[in-house]
């Protein structure tokens, strides 16, 4: 093939889209649809539990939009990420709803499933054989780490993808894998070069985002010899120079270059150049090749159990000096603790954000004057459910009546609920940011269905 054409219809699978784009996508070309699954970036819960953060009527949604065009096209679909964070229990939530998609179009398609969780066990020895190494800015690894970690994952490259698409897969649903491996294996496998197809691939990573109209839907990249150019698939959305520059601003730590499994894109020769008003040209990316082929690891634990309660203010006197109140409140919460419940510092934690007054970001952008009104958030961690849900009770008269040192009468505030107290479970905290040193394929595991997924 001299070029391949990479249809990737949104974000995320789950997120939704006009089908209508999917069919232009088709008309232009598509030799395969990519899209992600998942993603780090609604915190640790996902992966710690082993739950998706989608729910099953619109992941069951988006697979037939995309099984009934590549079906009708004799193209490939290719998912990472599966069930948001990539664990086993997530690609056969997806690899099930898939399953019902595919019977109830009458839809004969070959699937394959990537694994990508990983054993403690089998991480120790990669440990105590030195081929784990930690990424900034955490330091060395303990095993004890590891064996503390509920769910434990490795993105995956486009190897893994690659392997199942060779062996005849026509749908391949993949545990955890780099954003960009989702769309380039293809290309990769067809022998397109490395530098223009993953930073394509980087580019289409998020669907319509570089574009003008990030609402409308998703893009179509065509990659070749020399380069690859970007269209939306809405033909009222454009892309220009800029908003395809822009992307590699988004989640990289460089602008200028981005580590995958078996080495670095490079885009600092890269050129934009606007095809006509809507479709943008890139040449001169690169990629080099690292001596050492790389496995990301994202684990996750439980750091104890929390409950949330919540109450609003809008009691001008407290207002006028919230962040006094504020003090006071987790002042007369620790000593209440400690007299009612006998529970020191470190046997619990709480944290109290005002929202309305400096709660996203605090010290840094600090109020000129007194909010209008002001949420009270009660977040309290503990070892334990029942615990947490004892201080939030402490609390609760607190939430509802506290005054300030300086007034002589009990204001009331509001709850949104009764009760007062959220129990939210287990609360969870990434662990891992570490890499084991490995062949492309030595961790994960492909199985294949036959016609369609038990």
């Known amino acids: ?57 619109a992941v069951a949604r988006d697979l037939r939009s995309l099984f009934t065009a590549a079906a009708g096209a004799g193209i490939p679909v290719v998912v990472g990420s599966c069930g ?28 394959a499933k990537i694994y990508s969780e990983q054993d403690a066990a089998e991480l120790k020895e990669h440990l105590g054989a030195g081929r784990v190494h930690p990424l900034p800015p955490l330091g060395e690894l303990a095993a004890e780490t590891l064996e503390s970690c509920t769910h434990i994952v490795g993105a995956m490259g486009h190897e893994p993808i690659v392997e199942a698409l060779r062996a005849g897969a026509q749908v391949v649903l993949a545990g955890r894998a780099t954003d960009t491996a989702v769309a ?16 394509a691939a980087k580019i289409v990573e998020c669907g319509g985002q570089c574009t003008d109209n990030p609402r409308a839907g998703g893009v179509l990249a065509t990659i070749d010899a020399d380069g690859f150019t970007i269209e939306p698939l809405d033909p009222g959305a454009a892309c220009t120079p800029i908003l395809v520059a822009a992307h590699m601003l988004y989640e990289t730590a460089n602008p200028f270059e981005m580590r995958e499994p078996d080495g670095t894109l490079d885009v600092r020769d890269a050129e934009y ?13 690169k990629f ?3 001596a050492q082929h790389t496995i990301k690891l994202e684990g996750a634990r439980i750091t104890g159990y929390e409950t949330m309660s919540f109450s609003a203010i809008r009691d001008p006197l407290v207002l006028a000096d919230i962040d006094e109140w504020a003090s006071l409140m987790r002042a007369v919460i620790t000593q209440r603790v400690g007299q009612t419940l006998g529970l020191t510092d470190d046997e619990y934690a709480f944290d109290l954000r005002l929202y309305g007054h400096n709660a996203v970001l605090g010290e840094l952008e600090p109020e000129s004057g007194p909010p209008r009104e002001v949420g009270v958030m009660l977040l309290v961690n503990a070892p334990d459910q029942a615990t947490a ?23 009331s505030f509001a709850f949104p609920s009764s009760p007062a107290e ?3 479970g287990a609360a969870y905290e990434f662990v891992l940011n570490h890499v084991v040193d490995c062949a492309p394929l030595d961790l994960f595991r492909i199985e294949f269905g036959e016609k369609t997924l038990a």
Do not use: C, F, Q
């Open 1 to 57: 093939m001299d070029k391949v054409r990479v249809l990737a219809p949104s974000g995320m699978l789950g997120a939704g889209w006009d089908h209508a784009t999917v069919e232009r996508g088709i008309a232009l070309g598509a030799d395969v649809i990519s899209i992600d699954g998942g993603s780090t970036d609604s915190g640790p819960h996902y992966l710690g539990a082993a739950t998706a953060k989608t729910t099953a009527k």
């Open 84 to 111: 948001t964070s990539g664990t086993d229990t997530g690609v056969d939530w997806v690899a099930g709803i898939a399953a019902e998609v595919l019977a109830e179009e009458g839809l004969d398609l070959k699937v």
């Open 184 to 199: 380039a294996a293809y290309p990769l496998m067809k022998g397109m070069p490395a530098g223009p197809t993953w930073h």
């Open 273 to 285: 150049t606007a095809v006509d008003d809507r479709i943008v040209r890139v040449t001169g990316s």
């Open 288 to 290: 080099h090749v690292a």
């Open 389 to 411: 849900t004892a201080v939030a009770k402490v609390a609760n008269p607190l939430m509802l009546h506290l005054p300030t040192p300086a007034m002589d009468y009990l204001p």
């Open 422 to 424: 959220v129990e939210r």
